[in-house]
Every structure is written in C-alpha cells, then in structure tokens.
C-alpha cells in the first residue's frame, strides 16, 4: 500500500486538544484520522449522528 500526504487546516486549539486525545490513547493523530477514515469507508456512512443542535435546544 502506498501513503499519501492529505493536509488541511483547522483550528489550533483544535488540533492541540486531538493530539492530547490521541496520546493519552496511546494514538497518534495520523492513526485516529486513518482508524476514522477506514470507518467512514467500510460504513459508507459518518459514525455519529449529524444533528442541528441549536434546533434542539
């Protein structure tokens, strides 16, 4: 299998919450995007539900 560089941007306080999420799982962010990805795939779905939250509130 060959890798690829995917880049994107997103906010910083956002990334620096992931990449603590990630470590304190022992992940790196690279390998709990990967994991989320592969799950979008097989499922041919997103794996949480999408809501409009300021409607349910």
């Keep these: ?5 995917l880049n994107f941007k997103i906010e910083k306080d956002l990334k620096v919450e ?9 992940l790196t962010t690279t390998s709990m995007l990967t994991m989320y ?3 979008c795939v097989d ?10 939250r300021k409607k349910n509130e």
Aim: charged share 20%; glycine share 4%; proline share 4%.
């Design 18 to 26: 992931f990449q603590k999420l990630a470590e304190s799982m022992g």
């Design 37 to 39: 990805m592969r799950r």
């Design 43 to 52: 499922d041919q779905a997103i794996p949480f539900l999408l809501e409009n």
């Design 1 to 5: 299998m060959v890798s690829v560089s």
